[in-house]
């Protein structure tokens, strides 16, 4: 981008290149710009947005957004390059990006105008020449009536066949000003009920974050600040106090406090450190960080949920499908009961009361409010939901199949026992097998290293150390030789192991796994080691048992012995053992064919086919990609409560659905035997239906949209 920063003879503009938006400098000072940005003033723009992200520019102190005159105020530290950055950055923005969608597509949001310009008729209307209001008034319903004609000829009877047979009434009774009152209440409940449900689809979009302008990259030495779309998988990202991270990846080097709640819902800021992870939509809150970036652009943590959750505000539960459904069969209902009153009592006032009472807009209108905002106070509890039947299934399953390693267990393991079985002590045998697994990466190696340097242990020198692949690892130390490993390696090695089968059974039963260690030729000790249980496990099985969940299931590759005691511990009502990958589905099919309902919590890469064909399926936050993709829900906390928070997230919705359904009919029966019996007039029926559709609505968003964060274990 060409910038024209000249301050002389006016304000400054800029040249832009084809397709970027138009902004011009309408003041400056030292360290102080006011920006005109004509698309500042559309109606749609998502103001907090723009001004969140024009704060994520390096050196950007504060912004002070003015919609209605088109500009922006800006605070910096005064540095040239920050200007440059600032006005490039500001420069490249899209307004498209920055809308704030109302539901069903639509660009605008609800006006009032409507109901202005009613409420200001009728006021008239005693003034007015009776023609002149009666003509208006004609002109004023005029597209209630014709609305409800084409709903008539291209979707048949519903909704809003009734409301244009209320207004129609009025006139045809001869009061025109009852009919237009009548069509200006129900022009206030669509106001109302339009502003509730695009309140539920704020929530969500609340959680999109656009992604920076600019992101400095470190090539040959330099640093450079790069447009957001250049940065590739491999390079060094750098990142400052008050930036935003652009990117997943490692952290290589530096040391920052870093705030996930966007992300994870966490609201302290964690520590990232070399070997840390880094995610996109984070911000440093101090220090500074070089990330090798490993997913960029739409593969990223802040563009996978903003996928999901344009997806989600598409997509329809079968609640919701069915209320809408529900809601359309009681309109026949409401005819019946406007004929049989008009029947009985010839009353055409009483006929019009009727209409304006139904079952239709609460019980529709309910379920997608209350999915909306359940999905978002899902995200700040770190519940990534894909949609609106993925609710619905959670809190309809039954059964919950859990994949055991990364899942219960943290996919690591630890160091349980050290039995010796000579003279020798325990420490002593310890610091020797450390020696041996020093430079060792496997699992079993890094359990063993970290024990002796828990315990204070410093290992002995070794020799050269004999690898064995599979089997286990020798070397002299000290001159005594060194054996550790496998049983099968030291059978191989003639070391006999037969007289300590009493505690290789003990630890087989305990679930853990069993090394060998034997030094000149004689058994020398035994370790047992265990993946580790996650600390919230048992409490995560507890609350699920709580929420009415009939059956736990586990799977898992490893030893029966193993899994069993694990399963045993959580309370597990069915392990299956030593499975191979494909043998998950097949279980998994199985278990529905008994007419289980099951949600699948996994967290591999041999995990997605379960957790594409459970009903639903969660993936753990430290997952592999094809298991989060092939999920349903996804956890962005590594932690299994988050499961169970996901089961409890869901009942709720679903609750709130069928209360605000069983109000909608209460409410609207009292409403229609009130309407029948001639104690309602038109406007107050549409009043009351109106008044306690909204009503409805906002049970459903403040119950569903605000819960308190879990409590951590």
């Known amino acids: 981008m060409r910038l024209d920063l000249s301050l002389t003879g006016g304000p400054s503009a800029l040249s832009a290149p084809a397709g970027a938006f138009p902004l011009r400098i309408a003041h400056e000072a030292p360290g102080r710009l006011r920006l005109k940005l004509p698309w500042l003033a559309r109606p749609d723009l998502d103001s907090e947005t723009l001004a969140r992200t024009v704060r994520q520019i390096r050196g950007v102190r504060s912004v002070r957004l003015n919609p209605a005159a088109a500009s922006v105020i800006v605070t910096h530290d005064g540095t040239a390059a920050t200007r440059a950055r600032l006005l490039d950055g500001i420069g490249r923005l899209d307004p498209d990006q920055l809308r704030r969608p109302a539901p069903g597509g639509a660009a605008g949001g609800p006006s009032a105008a409507p109901i202005l310009g009613r409420l200001t008729l009728l006021a008239a209307l005693p003034v007015l020449p009776r023609p002149v209001g009666r003509a208006l008034v004609l002109w004023a319903i005029a597209p209630r009536v014709l609305g409800g004609l084409d709903a008539l000829v291209t979707r048949g009877v519903s909704v809003e066949v009734l409301d244009a047979l209320a207004v129609s009434l009025g006139v045809a009774r001869g009061s025109f000003g009852t009919a237009l009152t009548t069509d200006m209440m129900m022009e206030a409940g669509e106001y109302l009920e339009e502003t509730t449900m695009r309140q539920s689809g704020a929530l969500l979009q609340g959680l999109l974050m656009p992604n920076p302008a600019t992101a400095r990259i470190e090539r040959a030495g330099a640093v450079l600040d790069l447009p957001f779309e250049q940065v590739a998988q491999g390079d060094i990202v750098v990142v400052q106090t008050g930036e935003a991270v652009p990117v997943d990846g490692l952290v290589i080097a530096g040391a920052a406090q870093v705030n996930e709640a966007s992300i994870t819902g966490e609201s302290l800021a964690v520590t990232k450190e070399p ?106 509890r770190g519940i990534l939901i894909k949609g609106g039947p993925s609710i619905e299934k959670l809190s309809a399953a039954d059964t919950f199949v859990f994949d055991k390693t990364g899942t219960l267990t943290e996919g690591t393991l630890e160091l349980c026992d050290v039995l010796p079985l000579g003279s020798q002590p325990g420490a002593e045998l310890l610091a020797l097998a450390a020696a041996l697994e020093t430079s060792a990466h496997h699992p079993i190696a890094r359990a063993i290293r970290a024990a002796a340097r828990a315990g204070g242990l410093t290992p002995p020198a070794t020799g050269d150390v004999g690898v064995e692949v599979g089997q286990g690892l020798r070397a ?147 997952g592999a990609d094809i298991a989060r993709a092939a999920a349903d829900i996804t956890l962005s906390e590594d932690r299994i409560s988050a499961v169970a928070d996901a089961r409890e997230t869901c009942d709720r919705a679903m609750a709130i659905i069928r209360t605000n359904t069983t109000l909608a009919l209460a409410i609207n029966t009292g409403l229609f035997v009130a309407a029948s019996s001639g104690r309602l007039s038109p406007v107050a029926a549409s009043l009351m239906h109106n008044g306690s559709t909204f009503a409805l609505l906002l049970h459903a968003l403040a119950q569903a949209g605000f819960p308190e964060r879990p409590v951590r274990p």
Not at 283 to 290: A, D, K, N, P
Not at 486 to 506: K, L, N, P, T, Y
Request: hydrophobic content about 50%; some cysteine; overall charge positive.
């Open 275 to 380: 070997g840390a992870q880094a995610i996109a939509g984070s911000t440093l809150e101090s220090g500074l960080l070089r990330i090798r970036a490993e997913q960029v652009g739409a593969e990223t943590t802040t563009a996978r949920i903003a996928a999901l959750i344009r997806g989600a505000l598409e997509e329809r539960s079968e609640t919701e499908k069915l209320a809408g459904a529900q809601a359309n069969r009681q309109v026949w209902m409401t005819l019946g009961l406007g004929a049989a009153t008009l029947a009985v009592t010839r009353d055409l006032r009483r006929l019009s009361s009727v209409f304006l009472v139904d079952y239709a807009c609460p019980i529709k209108l309910s379920a997608p409010v209350a999915v909306r905002a359940t999905m978002s106070a899902a995200v700040a």
């Open 476 to 622: 002299r130390v000290a001159g005594a030789e060194v054996l550790i490993g496998a049983r099968h390696f030291m059978a191989r090695e003639g070391v006999d192991f037969s007289a300590h089968a009493a505690q290789i059974e003990a630890l087989a039963e305990a679930g853990k796994m069993t090394l060998y260690m034997a030094l000149d030729g004689r058994p020398a000790a035994l370790f047992g080691l265990r993946d580790r249980l996650r600390a919230d496990a048992r409490a995560t099985a507890s609350r699920l048992r709580r929420a009415g969940v009939k059956h736990l299931v586990m799977l898992t590759g490893d030893r029966r012995a193993r899994a069993t005691a694990l399963g045993r511990a959580l309370g597990f009502d069915a392990v299956h053992a030593e499975l191979r990958p494909e043998d998950k589905a097949e279980i998994l099919a199985r278990l529905k064919a008994e007419g289980r309902q099951i949600a699948f919590v996994g967290d591999g890469i041999n995990d997605a086919p379960a957790l594409a064909s459970a009903g639903v399926g969660i993936a753990m936050a430290q």
